[in-house]
């Protein structure tokens, strides 16, 4: 018997050798040719579930499909990234030699986005898909992130999504109302576009009014002769203490909130918000915070202060 490479032992037996598996006892008869491979047991690692899936631990790679976004509204779609983990790397990916990319120039310089420049191959094909999936697959390989966002309204990233799924990292999506089902179930959280763009726009501030010219000042009049003293007046009764209103009624979705942050919170009595949310949308039907008047399920809790505690980063707790 003797080691041969890789930590398998090879053996002679009638004429033939084996080699043995260093975590087992099976005979792997060696032909002529063959190589025992090198693997090592360190190498056989389990899948990156391990790895923390919280907001604070995450780092997010954010990959835009050019041609299937809106400029206008991807500084939105950060600031939802963002309530996830910290976006650590950030690509757009598309023919820059059309005219169809020119509107992302202004969001690259302001964002610090990274633009991927890919050839479209054929008329009327989108050339950036491919090239996203290989970035999105040499990101998740190299170890550096460990939560990703698509964002694209084509069902094309179904796969995508769901291979990053299998490797037990964070997956998100970012597309318009017409994003086909099969892609926004294959992530853990979608989010609507066309919601920003329902939001009313912000009206331009006022310009400010030029300051009034300074009026002169007028002739001092002669001091008036000085008055007798009025008497004094009785001190007014003291007014009765105002009665205390009546605390405002837990509303339903108060109640629902609620629920989702007991189930949610941690030792401390305090629970992280996207935790929260993920409990909301498995809900049928699933708990939608502008149904309530917010954008947001962060704005809607802090709506009612009085009923939850808030504290930075992106953590609640009930009120008792």
Partial sequence: ???????????????????????????????IGFRAPETRISEWAEPKSTLSRT????????????????????????????EHGAVTTIRIYGNWTSGNMSGWNDSIRSLAMRPVHQISNAVGKNAADIA???DAMDLMHGGTVNGFCIVSSDSDYTGLAIRIREQGLFVMGAGGEHTPKSFVSSCEIFVNTDEFSKRPAT?????????????????????????????????????????????????QWARTIAAAIDKSKQGDGWAHLSAVGNHLKKLTPPFEAKKHGHSKLS?????????????????????P
């Fill in 1 to 31: 018997m003797r080691r041969g490479e890789g930590g398998f032992a090879c053996v002679e037996h009638s004429g033939r050798q084996f080699t043995v598996s260093p975590t087992s006892s099976i005979l792997v008869p060696v032909e």
């Fill in 132 to 134: 996203l999936v290989i």
């Fill in 203 to 251: 009206a331009p501030a006022p310009k400010p009014k030029p300051a009034p010219k300074p009026k002169p000042a007028p002739k001092p009049k002669p001091a008036p002769k000085p008055k007798p003293a009025p008497k004094p007046k009785p001190a007014p009764k003291p007014k009765p203490a105002p009665k205390p209103k009546p605390q405002q009624a837990r509303p």
């Fill in 55 to 82: 907001p604070e631990t995450r780092r997010i790679a954010m990959l835009i499909d050019g041609d299937n976004a809106q400029p206008s509204l991807i500084e939105h779609v950060l600031d939802a990234v963002k």
């Fill in 299 to 319: 704005k809607l809790i802090q709506s009612r202060s009085d009923l939850f505690g808030i504290k930075k980063p992106n953590k609640v707790r009930n009120k």
